[in-house]
């Protein structure tokens, strides 16, 4: 609605100059033009992308497209237009006046006056052509030319939305926003999928190296986080992080963006589930208020029936199971699995989903795992014979694990003994200073961003929901 104002005020201004002059066309958006109301006459230039053209005898019809939103601009040119330059891929300045369009399609379209070729495209060599529907496998292949299409298009709108939603979600909760760091001597998870990092400068022969101890891009903020809820209450940070797994599967990548929050003077895994369960709800909800042409593109030609899996996602109060009845559970099942489910044993994509399925595919939490099975941090649950640790994992529909937490050990002799257990006592004495100087019972989660966008909008593969992927064996650009 504000935007809109500043449109139609823009359009006004540009109105009032002296009769005598040709008015100067006001720069808008293709997102602007369409959705500002009673422009019907007025003068707009608009920079952009043809996505079609549809030749008739007198007129040629073009689909201007810049990026702000699905739609494009109908901008219609009469026969004294050279329509040789005029060609799908091209980049153009549109120059004319909005008219009443007779079309349903559009409520206005615009009448060219002059339109300028900034670029032309060879449409021969283009890798995409004027009509086709390209699978997203097909795409994929031009990283650096795959943004001009539909999909991608929606899907890096619905992603740039997501971003601002989950801010404004933590903005709105009173959470700080911590920029934590990329480079970090620590392993928070401990499962030594770490990429090293090395000056390319050469060093003197008594230098060790550049940051003189083993440095690494992060695999988690969380650590950093912990250090803030010593000071600040509620906490988040939303940034890349690395794992060097050797994964080429759909959900895996080197590098991907984490949603983290860390929140002090909680006591249960309830609270933590709380805050992860209102986090999805919310910032879907936002951007299927904000974005709804995009998420629709997806859900109908990419993952039909997606819209109703993820409005019965939304409707239902996600389940929880420990992670004993899980396995129970998946004991059970007829299912064959490649991994035999038994206690003690990590879960594996398959059984997430398979438990997923179980749940009626609404999204289940599975808290208290294995103390072996995870990192030093989390809390003891101090049970027996089944040793756990409060940790939560949500499964969901589609994609498996996208939030893993715990409640983290804030009793100083607990955290020794799991240190000394894991040998990391003297690289965490730092760690130990927090439980030593005013601890506090703390917890957390981080959520995968990719998968996040894979849930909502039913993508298959993790690659094309993230700009420049990186995995095994690629890095491309
Ligand atoms: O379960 P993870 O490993 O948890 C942590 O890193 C905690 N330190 C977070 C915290 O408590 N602050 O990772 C969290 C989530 C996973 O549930 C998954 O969604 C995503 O990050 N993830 C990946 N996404 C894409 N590619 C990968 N290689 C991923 N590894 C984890």
Same mark, same amino acid.
């Given at each position: 609605?504000?935007?809109?104002?500043?449109? @139609?005020?823009?359009? %006004?201004?540009?109105?009032?100059?002296? /009769?005598?002059?040709?008015?100067?066309?006001?720069? +808008?958006? &293709? *997102?602007?033009?369409?959705?500002?109301?009673?422009?019907?006459?007025?003068?707009?230039?608009?920079?952009?992308?043809?996505?079609?053209?549809?030749?008739?005898?007198?007129?040629?019809?073009?689909?201007?497209?810049?990026?702000?939103?699905?739609?494009?601009?109908?901008?219609?040119?009469?026969?004294?237009?050279?329509?040789?330059?005029?060609?799908?891929?091209?980049?153009?300045?549109?120059?004319?006046?909005?008219?009443?369009?007779?079309?349903?399609?559009?409520?206005?379209?615009?009448?060219?006056?002059?339109?300028?070729?900034?670029?032309?495209?060879?449409?021969?060599?283009?890798?995409?052509?004027?009509?086709?529907?390209?699978? @997203?496998?097909?795409? %994929?292949?031009?990283?650096?030319?795959? /943004?001009?299409?539909?999909?991608?298009?929606?899907? +890096?709108? &619905? *992603?740039?939305?997501?971003?601002?939603?989950?801010?404004?979600?933590?903005?709105?909760?009173?959470?700080?926003?911590?920029?934590?760091?990329?480079?970090?001597?620590?392993?928070?998870?401990?499962?030594?999928?770490?990429?090293?990092?090395?000056?390319?400068?050469?060093?003197?022969?008594?230098?060790?190296?550049?940051?003189?101890?083993?440095?690494?891009?992060?695999?988690?903020?969380?650590?950093?986080?912990?250090?803030?809820?010593?000071?600040?209450?509620?906490?988040?940070?939303?940034?890349?992080?690395?794992?060097?797994?050797?994964?080429?599967?759909?959900?895996?990548?080197?590098?991907?963006?984490?949603?983290?929050?860390?929140?002090?003077?909680?006591?249960?895994?309830?609270?933590?589930?709380?805050?992860?369960?209102?986090?999805?709800?919310?910032?879907?909800?936002?951007?299927?208020?904000?974005?709804?042409?995009?998420?629709?593109?997806?859900?109908?030609?990419?993952?039909?029936?997606?819209?109703?899996?993820?409005?019965?996602?939304?409707?239902?109060?996600?389940?929880?199971?420990?992670?004993?009845?899980?396995?129970?559970?998946?004991?059970?099942?007829?299912?064959?699995?490649?991994?035999?489910?038994?206690?003690?044993?990590?879960?594996?994509?398959?059984?997430?989903?398979?438990?997923?399925?179980?749940?009626?595919?609404?999204?289940?939490?599975?808290?208290?795992?294995?103390?072996?099975?995870?990192?030093?941090?989390?809390?003891?649950?101090?049970?027996?014979?089944?040793?756990?640790?409060?940790?939560?994992?949500?499964?969901?529909?589609?994609?498996?694990?996208?939030?893993?937490?715990?409640?983290?050990?804030?009793?100083?002799?607990?955290?020794?003994?799991?240190?000394?257990?894991?040998?990391?006592?003297?690289?965490?004495?730092?760690?130990?200073?927090?439980?030593?100087?005013?601890?506090?019972?703390?917890?957390?989660?981080?959520?995968?961003?990719?998968?996040?966008?894979?849930?909502?909008?039913?993508?298959?593969?993790?690659?094309?929901?993230?700009?420049?992927?990186?995995?095994?064996?690629?890095?491309?650009?």
């Amino acid at each position: 609605m504000f935007r809109a104002r500043c449109v @139609l005020r823009a359009l %006004r201004s540009c109105s009032s100059a002296p /009769c005598s002059r040709r008015k100067p066309s006001a720069k +808008l958006s &293709v *997102r602007d033009v369409l959705r500002a109301q009673n422009t019907s006459g007025e003068r707009v230039k608009v920079q952009g992308w043809i996505r079609s053209v549809r030749s008739q005898k007198e007129v040629m019809f073009l689909h201007v497209n810049d990026g702000s939103s699905l739609e494009s601009l109908q901008v219609v040119a009469d026969s004294s237009f050279d329509s040789r330059e005029l060609v799908f891929g091209s980049s153009v300045e549109v120059q004319g006046q909005l008219v009443e369009s007779p079309s349903k399609r559009q409520n206005v379209e615009l009448k060219a006056e002059k339109i300028e070729v900034v670029g032309k495209c060879d449409a021969k060599t283009f890798p995409f052509k004027y009509k086709e529907r390209h699978p @997203l496998e097909y795409v %994929r292949q031009y990283p650096h030319l795959r /943004c001009r299409t539909n999909a991608l298009g929606s899907i +890096l709108r &619905v *992603r740039s939305e997501a971003t601002a939603a989950i801010h404004s979600f933590f903005k709105d909760n009173g959470f700080v926003h911590i920029h934590t760091p990329i480079i970090t001597s620590n392993d928070c998870e401990g499962a030594g999928e770490l990429f090293q990092v090395e000056s390319s400068r050469k060093m003197k022969l008594s230098e060790e190296n550049f940051f003189n101890v083993p440095a690494f891009l992060t695999v988690s903020g969380q650590l950093h986080l912990e250090v803030m809820s010593g000071a600040f209450t509620q906490v988040f940070t939303f940034g890349p992080t690395f794992r060097a797994e050797n994964s080429q599967s759909r959900r895996h990548l080197a590098e991907f963006y984490m949603v983290e929050a860390e929140i002090s003077f909680i006591e249960s895994l309830q609270d933590i589930m709380q805050v992860m369960e209102r986090l999805f709800k919310t910032a879907t909800m936002m951007v299927l208020s904000n974005c709804p042409e995009d998420v629709e593109l997806c859900h109908k030609f990419i993952a039909p029936g997606q819209k109703d899996r993820l409005e019965h996602m939304l409707k239902n109060s996600f389940l929880i199971m420990s992670y004993t009845e899980a396995v129970e559970i998946l004991k059970q099942a007829s299912e064959n699995f490649t991994f035999t489910p038994e206690w003690g044993a990590d879960l594996h994509t398959e059984h997430e989903k398979y438990l997923v399925k179980h749940c009626g595919n609404i999204p289940v939490f599975v808290i208290n795992y294995p103390l072996v099975l995870k990192p030093f941090y989390m809390r003891d649950n101090e049970d027996s014979p089944q040793h756990t640790v409060a940790a939560v994992d949500l499964l969901v529909p589609g994609v498996g694990e996208l939030f893993g937490g715990s409640l983290r050990e804030e009793r100083y002799h607990f955290l020794e003994q799991q240190l000394a257990r894991s040998g990391l006592t003297e690289a965490y004495q730092w760690y130990l200073d927090l439980r030593r100087y005013g601890s506090v019972p703390h917890g957390g989660f981080g959520m995968g961003f990719e998968r996040y966008l894979q849930c909502i909008l039913g993508v298959d593969n993790i690659k094309d929901v993230i700009p420049f992927p990186r995995f095994t064996h690629s890095c491309l650009l």
